[in-house]
């Protein structure tokens, strides 16, 4: 129809009609499919055969060909090169007239079926072995309910401290109390709080025994920390380091680079005459282990040191001093009370196992590092822990 | 530890200098003070409440990171003033009291007793304040508010103009039906009741409310003609508001804690002191208790105490003589002189140094003022042999022969929620022995752990794209009640493991204990001496394929099998897990 050669009469009697409109027709199709039949491809546009292609009056077959030649290593015999040498090959010698396939140098090998330990507990590995260098004894941490008697009591931070704060702490609803305390040593901490004494003016409030029994997780070590120093007191004084690298808790607001637990490194070194002095230099030999020199100290505040000073190192990565500690020595009410001797002094410094572990492996959120979220992978990747080398 | 924000042109005028930041982080660092930030209005605000204002200053604003001990840097009158003597550039101000022939007079009626039983009072005369010393003075009460105050609920803080009342003034507590007045900002009068229901919408209002809300009676201050001045915690009146010409001052502080109370107005009347026509004077008031007696405030005290300059040298590691050491502590606003033959020191300690209660306090002035960096490092003498705590060393050469065995170490939180450890593991007794947080945050933080099997199930079901077959192992503690305990709760060492593949492996997990037992010589037998499993329900485990494990002296330490089905659906898990969970104590 659309060629004019017939048309199409709807309205015609008796149904519609088909009537010849021209007498003859010129097929230009047929024509031209005819010349392709005798070979004249180039009769047709690309667009036409595209048309036909399409309307399935023309197929268009590709016919390869290829001449083929003997090469230098033309055998009728079939070979398979060989990947691997094998028992086979030794025993009867075959090796000798095998092809064996180039190796791909380039790929990796099979991975080993390995088991891994956990990267903070690599990086607390390490702290553990340089402790034990220096000539530090273990603490017994294996508790992680505390009463506030010892966990800030005995560390002469006053009860209304706002590190007491609901907010801060996690409170133990059952067992909500501790029930058994040293009742003599108690009454002397309570009348430095309240009184004062030791030399001390005191913080001069009601100090109340309900507030320090009542049960914390431990916010730091140094509760720990406290128990052996009054048992070293009890037992007779001797020169002593202590240290210990383990859980604490806090309620606080949770980020990338924080959580509601955490691992507290502290080390603990009490002696007739220390000084500031010695404190620092253990400082500096402790972090000459762990591969940093550089070390500047700040005055700090702390409820229970006095001097206390915060520890910065030279990060040479980015260019700026970056706090990596605390430390400080303990003050007089916290030690004379325990029945320490005067001339002793103690010093404490601590760090977070969790920052230096983040810094070295490059770890930006600390639930990729702790956790159930932790990044498997990173875990199976993760290099052994060498904190002397950068 | 606090912050206060110092407009830079503020701070370099009161220090008499203009500093680079640099140099005045240098100086921060030496006091034992950080600069924390260099920002604007514009940009805290932007920051705070993520928009632009427009007409906001871009002028920059130091933010100074203080010592939570002192009250006495919490403006920028107190800071400047202690930089100033620590660079030797100002003397020590000596603040006096200054006693009229009639001393104003504050009555405490016996009911305040029931509510905030303690109020302290003081007065500074000829005052000129600016722009700047005005904000400053209104941002210190905040401050002291905010720290030492513990959120007003210790002390709070009322300042008046005093030639807009007349004393003598009356501390009442009166029921709120009772009080009506209008307060600071309003342009009515409202009684106590209506502004507690006002203030409910008042964001830096609302938080204080609690504090007096549900007493029957309300503390209340007011004049000898009945002008209240403030209702402490909550909020002052209109009618005694300071302005920027108010030449007379009149403070008041109520308290539950009355020696922070005098700490409190010891340090914002030493502070703005400087603004009076006679600088670092103060007129006292007499505070007439309900008991009858009277105390004048405020007490300003300076006290003397006398330190071993021997004592102190030994305590920093340093060799000072009595001059040179004198001469530190004067640069700490501790004016000492030499006694005793150049054996002690007499240090003077002031009304601004409440921070200071022991000789060590005095002791690290001494190592702040000559500088912790030029300390020389030196190594304590004694010796010591180290030694490890016997259950780590264990846990620590376990930890190393599991892992060479091919079991990937999983590190998981002690914290967790009920759900945890007792329904989802289907044990309906689960918290009997569990710790209980009364203050948790969120959901994670209901229970301290009982068993170590949630947080590896945890942990397979935040990798589950890892390849299997995933084997999993803890050596660390859970927690347990214990009333033989002091504090009523014990650790554990436990070690747990999980194998998770395409078939649960009942045989892998028990392979894996067999290994366990080899490394800590342990022989399979069942005659007492050595391990042994036997098969026992429990509804964590698949029925039919759960064990005992009973060690030396017939001891269960634990139990393996294949996770319940149940479970595997309660923490997410599609692939079937076994598991085995031991306490390793028995074998220290």
């Known amino acids: 129809m659309l060629n004019g050669w017939i048309e199409l009469d709807k309205k015609a009697e008796g149904g519609p009609r088909v009537l010849r409109k021209v007498e003859s027709i010129d097929d230009a199709v047929k024509e031209q499919l005819l010349s392709i039949r005798n070979g004249q491809s180039d009769a047709l546009t690309d667009a036409q055969k595209a048309d036909f292609k399409k309307r399935k009056l023309l197929v268009e077959v590709t016919v390869k060909s290829f001449v083929l030649k003997k090469g230098a290593a033309f055998t009728t015999s079939l070979t398979k090169p060989e990947t691997d040498l094998t028992m086979d090959m030794l025993t009867n010698g075959s090796w000798r007239e095998k092809q064996f396939k180039a190796y791909n140098f380039e790929a990796l090998g099979v991975p080993p079926a390995s088991g891994h330990l956990h990267p903070l507990m690599k990086v607390r590995s390490e702290f553990r072995q340089i402790f034990f260098e220096m000539g530090f004894t273990e603490m017994p941490t294996n508790r992680y309910v505390e009463s506030s008697f010892w966990n800030f009591d005995t560390l002469f931070q006053p009860q209304q401290h706002p590190a007491r704060d609901a907010h801060d702490t996690f409170f133990v609803s059952d067992p909500a109390e501790s029930h058994e305390f040293p009742m003599d040593y108690l009454e002397r901490v309570r009348k430095v709080h309240a009184e004062g004494g030791y030399g001390s003016q005191g913080y001069l409030y009601d100090w109340k025994l309900a507030e320090a029994k009542k049960n914390v997780m431990r916010t730091h070590t140094t509760a720990v920390s406290a128990r052996q120093l009054y048992k070293l007191a009890q037992e007779g004084f001797k020169t002593s380091k202590l240290f210990s690298i383990d859980r604490v808790f806090r309620n606080e607001t949770l980020d990338a680079t924080h959580l509601a637990e955490f691992h507290q490194v502290e080390g603990v070194v009490a002696e007739r005459g220390l000084s500031l002095a010695h404190v620092m230099g253990l400082f500096t030999e402790f972090f000459k282990k762990c591969g940093i020199e550089k070390l500047r100290f700040k005055p700090t505040y702390n409820p229970y040191t006095e001097p206390s000073m915060e520890v910065f190192a030279y990060h040479d990565g980015l260019g700026k001093w970056v706090e990596i500690g605390n430390s400080g020595m303990f003050r007089p009410e916290m030690l004379l009370p325990m029945g320490l001797p005067e001339d002793v002094n103690v010093a404490g410094f601590g760090l977070s196992l969790e920052r230096p572990t983040m810094i070295r492996y490059g770890i930006e959120n600390i639930r990729d590092l702790f956790g159930a979220k932790v990044n498997l992978k990173m875990v199976y990747d993760n290099p052994i822990c060498r904190l002397d080398k950068q | ?588």
């Open chain 2, 1 to 588: 530890m606090p912050i206060i924000g110092v407009r830079k042109a503020v701070l370099d005028k009161k220090l008499e200098k203009v500093y680079t930041e640099k140099e005045f982080d240098s100086l921060c660092f030496d006091y034992g003070l950080e600069l924390d930030e260099v920002t604007s209005e514009k940009a805290t605000i932007q920051k705070e409440q993520g928009k632009t204002v427009v007409n906001a200053s871009d002028e920059e604003v130091y933010k100074i990171e203080l010592p939570a001990n002192r009250y006495d840097l919490l403006s920028v009158e107190g800071l400047a003033k202690a930089l100033l003597v620590f660079q030797k550039k100002h003397s020590i101000p000596q603040y006096q009291i200054v006693r009229p022939s009639v001393l104003q007079r504050l009555v405490v009626k016996p009911e305040t007793a029931q509510i905030r039983p303690f109020v302290v009072s003081a007065i500074l005369r000829d005052v000129t304040f600016d722009a700047d010393s005005y904000a400053s003075f209104i941002d210190l009460q905040d401050k002291l508010h905010q720290n030492i105050c513990r959120k007003r609920t210790l002390v709070a803080i009322g300042t008046h103009d005093l030639d807009t009342i007349q004393g003598p003034f009356e501390y009442r507590a009166e029921p709120p039906t009772k009080i009506k007045f209008k307060p600071l900002n309003q342009t009515k009068e409202y009684t106590a009741v209506e502004l507690m229901e006002l203030y409910q919408t008042e964001a830096h209002l609302k938080p204080y409310l609690p504090i007096i809300q549900d007493s029957p009676v309300y503390p209340v201050i007011y004049d000898k003609n009945g002008v209240v001045l403030s209702m402490p915690p909550i909020i002052n009146g209109e009618h005694s508001k300071i302005t920027l010409k108010t030449k007379n001052v009149f403070i008041e502080a109520t308290a539950t804690d009355l020696t922070k109370a005098k700490v409190v107005l010891d340090t914002i009347v030493a502070l703005f002191s400087q603004y009076c026509a006679k600088p670092f004077t103060v007129e006292p008031v007499a505070v007439e208790n309900a008991d009858g007696s009277v105390v004048e405030y405020p007490m300003l005290k300076y006290r003397t105490e006398s330190v071993e300059v021997e004592m102190i040298n030994r305590k920093i590691g340093i060799n000072l003589k009595a001059e040179e050491m004198a001469d530190l502590l004067t640069r700490m606003c501790l004016q000492s002189t030499v006694a005793n033959d150049g054996r002690s020191l007499q240090v003077t300690i002031p009304p601004t140094r409440h921070d200071v209660i022991h000789a060590c306090d005095i002791a690290e002035d001494v190592a702040v003022a000559y500088g912790f960096n030029k300390i020389v490092n030196q190594l304590p003498e004694g010796h010591t042999v180290g030694k490890a705590f016997p259950i780590n060393k264990l846990s620590d050469l376990l930890r190393v022969d599991i892992a060479a065995a091919g079991w990937t170490e999983s590190l998981n939180f002690a914290l967790c929620s009920r759900d945890d450890i007792s329904t989802k593991l289907r044990q309906e007794d689960g918290l009997k022995s569990a710790v209980l947080i009364s203050n948790p945050k969120t959901a994670e933080f209901q229970v301290a752990r009982t068993t170590l099997l949630a947080g590896l199930l945890k942990t397979l079901a935040c990798n589950r794209d890892m390849p299997v077959p995933l084997r999993l192992f803890e050596l660390q503690d859970v927690v347990l009640k214990d009333e033989k305990s002091d504090v009523g709760a014990r650790n554990e060492r436990r070690l747990a493991a999980v194998y998770s593949n395409k078939s649960a492996g009942f045989e892998i997990i028990h392979g894996f204990l067999d290994r366990i037992m080899q490394l800590v010589d342990v022989k399979c037998k069942r005659d007492g001496t050595g391990y042994y499993i036997r098969a026992c329900e429990d509804p964590t485990y698949f029925p039919g394929r759960c064990a005992e494990v009973v060690g030396p002296k017939d001891v269960p330490i634990g139990k393996l099998g294949i996770i319940h089905p149940d479970v595997l659906t309660a923490f997410g898990l599609t692939l079937p897990v076994s598991a085995v969970e031991i306490n390793i104590e028995p074998f220290l």
